[in-house]
């Protein structure tokens, strides 16, 4: 059985969390300023603003295994995704000559040109 280890969410949905917290804080505020007794009708707004964010971000979470997350980034910079035999097919193939040495490496640094790699730091 496949362990789920991560979610990703969408942008609309983080943004909802965002408001669903910015509602938190204010009735937290409102309650603190009101010795606990706050307008009903104020509480229920933003008790509704919380719960209806809270359920519309639970909506879009997905959960996902770093192999989906690898391909959807693929399919993004337009790159096709291959199966782990056809990578190793296709780099063999690419290794016996010079073109296809030269087209590795100008796949690499067009790689590393969309997303560098982190510089490890000096200590």
Not at 74 to 80: D, V
Request: glycine residues 2%; negative net charge.
């Amino acid at each position: 059985m496949h362990l789920i280890d991560r979610y990703e969410m969408s942008v609309p949905a983080h943004m909802k969390l965002i408001d669903a917290r910015s509602a938190l804080n204010h009735l937290q505020r409102l309650v603190q300023a009101t010795d606990g007794k706050p307008e009903s009708k104020e509480l229920v707004s933003l008790i509704e603003t919380i719960v209806e964010a809270f359920h519309e971000a639970a909506d879009d979470v997905m959960p996902v295994n770093d192999h989906d997350v690898f391909m959807r980034q693929a399919c993004e910079w337009n790159y096709i995704g291959l199966s782990p035999k056809e990578r190793e097919v296709l780099h063999e193939i690419r290794c016996c000559n010079d073109d296809g040495k030269e087209d590795i490496y100008r796949m690499i640094s067009e790689t590393l040109d969309r997303k560098p790699m982190l510089m490890p730091e000096a200590l």
